[in-house]
């Protein structure tokens, strides 16, 4: 027993004086920076019973009504959708001191909503951040959500240019893809 606690102590000296010599270095660790989180500048509600021609009455999330000033993003066809009393909605715009508020893009999600198909795919933009697609496609979308202004479809994303009751046009790159509105209860 007193042959290991000698050892103990001579060991735990020789430690001692090895670092004597030594000067500090503070501890550096290498972080991989994490991906910069866009902030969501949309604003999300219901069309109120308000909504005129140059106005979207806009009942938020947070129960605020806002009056969305249109005719910037109406005379640009950044009023995607229709504006439907009841429908939900996906407001980008600033407020002007004069004005209000300003829409820039005004997107009628529940227009969104629904089964959609060209030539080289088909996927359902279901409610809540649900894709479902075919099978058979390589690469099958997952999930969709709106942000500032813009359409993300799994890693993708896309500048809504219209959607109509039958159509929809997405941009990318320069490149508009058109999809028609299946029935229901059809995916190809």
């Known amino acids: 027993m007193r042959v290991s606690v000698v050892v103990k102590c001579m060991f735990a000296l020789a430690l001692l004086s090895g670092c004597r010599g030594e000067k500090k270095k503070n501890l550096v660790i290498n972080q991989i920076p994490k991906a910069a989180v866009k902030v969501d500048s949309t604003v999300y509600g219901v069309c109120g019973l308000g909504t005129a021609m140059n106005t979207l009455e806009l009942i938020t999330d947070n129960g605020d009504t806002v009056s969305c000033q249109l005719s910037a993003a109406d005379s640009k066809g950044n009023v995607v959708g229709g504006l439907s009393v009841g429908d939900r909605m996906a407001v980008v715009g ?95």
């Not at 508020?101 to 959609?116: C, D, E, M, R, Y």
């Not at 996927?123 to 075919?134: A, H, Q, R, T």
């Not at 219209?162 to 997405?170: E, M, R």
Request: charge should be positive; include cysteine.
């Open 94 to 188: 600033v407020t002007d001191k004069d004005e209000g508020f300003v829409a820039s893009k005004v997107i009628n999600i529940t227009s969104l909503l629904g089964k959609w198909a060209n030539i080289r795919e088909s996927f359902e933009i279901c409610d809540g951040g649900l894709v479902k697609s075919s099978v058979k496609e390589q690469t099958p979308r997952t999930e969709w959500k709106i942000l500032n202004g813009k359409l993300l479809l799994s890693k993708d994303t896309f500048e809504i240019s219209f959607i109509g009751p039958d159509s929809l046009h997405l941009k990318r790159a320069g490149v508009v893809y058109g999809y028609r509105r299946l029935p229901v209860g059809t995916l190809r």
